[in-house]
Nanobody
Framework: QVQLVESGGGLVQPGGSLTLSCAVS????????MGWYRQAPGKERELVARITSGGSTTTVDRFTISRDNAKNTLYLQINTLKPDDTAVYYC?????????WGQGTQVTVSS
């Protein structure tokens, strides 16, 4: 069983930046794929960033994903935040073909 705990969400003004963290209960060194999804009210959950164990990343514009294997932590940096970025952000990891999810952290972009 792998547990993921997100943190770093909150209320942010448009144009600001935010870094989300995802603490993982076990070593992430060998986790082949980790990522971040978000789900806005009334919308489907969507992928915003993913990273492989080799460091290859796939992200949408303004998002940066990184991982610190020593700290067993995954990060998501969001720049130039927009109201449309308002959503619950979820961390995910695939371990032994099982996908695990965190509980999510709310990001609200508003003036």
């Amino acid at each position: 069983q792998v547990q993921l705990v997100e943190s770093g969400g909150g209320l942010v003004q448009p144009g600001g930046s935010l870094t989300l963290s995802c603490a993982v209960s076990s070593s992430i060194f060998s986790i082949s794929v980790m990522g971040w999804y978000r789900q806005a009210p009334g919308k489907e959950r969507e992928l915003v960033a993913r990273i492989t164990s080799g460091g290859s990343t796939t992200t949408v514009d303004r998002f940066t994903i990184s991982r610190d294997n020593a700290k067993n932590t995954l990060y998501l940096q969001i720049n130039t935040l927009k109201p449309d970025d308002t959503a619950v952000y979820y961390c995910t990891a695939v371990v032994d073909a099982i996908r695990y999810w965190g509980q999510g952290t709310q990001v609200t972009v508003s003036s």
